[in-house]
């Protein structure tokens, strides 16, 4: 049976429903009068258009996905949409390559935040707002929306759902019907981000720069529209501000829906990987300060150490990639605490990106387990989570993706050492890169970006990113010999 019909039948529909996404910053440009709508509205055409005539060169090949098929229509979906949404970048701004604009649209939608573009604050607002907008479609997923549109064309969305939702932990619904969770999520989303714009415009930012950031907060995302991100702005107001907002952001959002249905905190409380994030990024937070204090006086005061410390924590923690402060002048221990921060802590089901929360407990719990059968060989103690024991599959399927991951990280620091980048930035731009944080260390830090790296550089970060979205495994099947078996 030939798959690809089908799967192209549904990936039409994705390229039709991505048309949609370019009416905000259309909308943008022509009430703004930037005069670049015009690149807004080719991309649509060539979105809706293609989308269709591929629609109905496959239209007698619609039927319901097989699972492995779900997966080659994400990686499809997500490397074709990325292409799509480049293209604004390739009009607007001439001077742009290809692999420049292929790399900004994959950092958007992959919710990372590198970026390639120097002079933001230069930038047409209409641009900027697509930068950010491509982060808040990206946010929870550009897939799971579609479960909640592409049922109207007929097309079935659990696959896709399985394939996208973050985390290791998948089987569950929050409520009966795929595309009505889908539905649920997005309404907490938006609603979120509306009252993020409010608050950021409450504290100082003016109308375009609140909605800008948000998208990319609420995405965890780490777009700016300003080269030296929130230290620009030098306001606690906005710092405290986007800091609730993106620990709001890094808790499982089915634990968002499920204190909102039963209009109470305890789901909150009974969240152990929501507590374990939170913990962690906070008391970071704290011990930074003192570091940072106590390592001769970097900041004339604890609570300025304090207000740096705890932002950046939290926003490379969270993976956003946020910078109240050019932490590469802090000593590399807080440098390299707070990357590895944004590996762990965010929560599955979550915006943010890294390995989650709820793996890195699964794996310490399975290694204390071990520890206590090598002490008590005939002891038979389950494994659980917030009191929900872990089924062996899901025990090994966190051990099989950890060590894909250890592998990714490394096989991609030789590649960029093999290129000529330095040590630091090779090894701390592949973590940041394949975690979705962003900005990293040495020549890649807060401070700097991505644009001087080469074109071969460029490719290998950015297939990186897309591949550290859909978590690796999604994306490393397809190029197995059992994928492509009968």
Known sequence: MNRFPAIAHDLA???????????????????????????FILAAAGSLVGGLALRLLTRGSKRELHPR??????VLGWFSMTALAAIPFLIALPAMSFTDAFFEASSGLTTTGA???????YLPQSLNIWRHALQWFGGMGIIVLAVAILPLL???GMQLFKAETPGPMKEGKLTPRVAQTARYLWLIY????????????????????????????????GFSTRDASIESFNSVGVEVVLGIFMMIAVTNFATHFSALRQ??????????????????????????????????????????????ALFNAVALGTSTGYASTDYAIWPIFGGMWILLLGCVASS???????IKMIRALILLKQTRRELARIVHPKQVKPLAISGQPIPTKVIM??????????????????????????FTSALTGVVSIVNNIGPALGMLGPSGNYAHLSDFQTWVLAIAMIAGRLELLTFAVIFTAAFWRR
């Open 13 to 39: 529909g994705l390229w039709m429903m991505f048309a949609g996404t370019f009416a905000l910053p259309l909308a943008w440009s022509l009430a703004v009068e930037d005069g670049i709508h015009m690149s």
């Open 69 to 74: 098929e779900g997966s080659l229509l994400v």
């Open 115 to 121: 970026t390639v573009i120097t002079g933001l604050e």
């Open 154 to 156: 007929g097309v079935g």
């Open 190 to 221: 938006a609603a979120l981000t509306a009252a993020c714009i409010i608050a950021l415009h409450l504290v100082g930012m003016n109308w375009f720069e609140s909605v800008a950031h948000a998208f990319s907060a609420l995405a965890l995302g």
């Open 263 to 308: 209009r109470s905190l305890k789901p909150y409380f009974d969240d152990n990987e929501a507590y374990a994030s939170w913990s962690l990024i906070i008391a970071s937070g704290l011990i930074l300060a003192f570091y940072l204090y106590s390592h001769e006086h970097l900041y004339p005061d604890f609570w300025l150490a304090l207000r740096h």
């Open 348 to 354: 599955a089901g979550s915006t943010g990106g890294g």
């Open 397 to 422: 399927a966190v051990l099989g993706f950890m060590l894909l991951y250890g592998v990714t990280i490394t096989v991609l620091t030789f590649v960029m050492l093999a290129t000529g980048l330095d």
